[in-house]
């Protein structure tokens, strides 16, 4: 079982907040709260078996097991539009939504990594719009997703090594080809939809359709969205994001684990399950139909 030092440490490389653990364990939040601040020195064996189940489950579970389930009103989802050929992706990427949809197993006042309690502006979480967002001093650097802040620390160097030797292996091929598809790296705004609570900053996105693309920002759904786990990050890129990301019309999405030493792969448009890979070998665009690939050893030496 995990000491309390340990789940401390879970607990912020996962991204959990003392409320979110709470209703995925099913202990009192006040217990947890006062298990992590060290207010009860000796914890229930019970407690501590609830909070370790959870703590030791890897994230990647909850997405896998909440992309197959789908919980669709309908039944089992089936892909109804067919992949566009590679002799147009490059020329031509824009698709239609992704035709089925997944659901957040997960019901929360204040999701996994979000800034829980905090009033601004006289709004609580959940409350605040993209005009709350744009208000921010420029220094702030967040994300806002259903109208939660969550915080963004500076990346580190691995971070920016992996998204860096990703953005640039795949800008290279999209242009050799003579591809019109645009790459960015983070930070970009991105106003994924039209619900006015959710800007994201992707680590690295591709757009294909040029109307999306203003002086500031991106308008819409990318059609390539890449994210690189930190320690804070995992289970808002693992669950969160992920929802967010596939209902928005997100094609492709990729999320990149060092911890792990692993790749996560998303193709909403044509597989029915995730496909998660070694960071070994290369790894093929599904959007571009395979002819833009990643050398996931060049990935890999970022994680030793």
């Not at 407690?47 to 309908?74: C, E, H, I, N, W």
């Not at 290369?282 to 994680?303: K, M, N, P, S, W």
């Amino acid at each position: 079982m995990l000491t309390i030092e340990e789940m401390k440490k879970r607990k912020i490389q996962y991204g959990y907040t003392n409320t979110l653990l709470s209703e995925l364990s099913g202990v009192p939040v006040g217990t947890v709260n006062k298990i992590f601040s060290g207010e009860t020195k000796q914890p229930r064996r019970e407690t501590l078996l609830a909070l370790d189940k959870l703590l030791s489950a890897d994230p990647v579970a909850y997405s896998s097991t909440a992309f197959m389930l789908r919980g669709l009103k309908q039944g089992a989802a089936t892909p109804v539009t067919e992949s566009p050929s590679s002799d147009f992706v490059l020329r031509d990427s824009s698709s239609a939504a992704s035709s089925y949809r997944i659901r957040p197993e997960i019901s929360d006042p204040a999701p996994g990594g979000a800034c829980d309690g905090v009033e601004i502006c006289g709004k609580k979480p959940g409350e605040y719009t993209i005009e709350d967002y744009l208000a921010l001093p420029d220094d702030k650097r967040v994300e806002l997703i259903d109208g939660f802040f969550y915080d963004m620390a500076s990346p580190k160097i691995r971070h920016q090594q992996i998204c860096g030797e990703i953005y640039a292996a795949v800008l290279y091929q999209i242009r050799e080809k003579g591809g019109s598809c645009q790459v960015f790296m983070s930070p970009v705004d991105v106003y994924l939809c039209e619900d006015q609570q959710t800007v994201v900053q992707p680590d690295v996105q591709i757009v294909c359709d040029p109307s999306k693309i203003t002086e500031k920002s991106i308008v819409g759904a990318p059609d390539f969205v890449l994210e690189v786990i930190s320690p804070s990050t995992g289970f808002k890129d693992y669950t969160i994001k992920l929802h967010k990301y596939q209902e928005a019309g997100v094609r492709e999405y990729w999320i990149a684990d060092p911890i792990k030493k692993r790749l996560m792969i998303f193709y909403f448009e044509g597989e029915e399950v995730p496909q998660i890979l070694p960071l070994e070998g290369q790894a093929a665009l599904r959007i571009f139909g395979g002819e833009v690939t990643v050398d996931l050893d060049r990935i890999r030496v970022y994680c030793e």
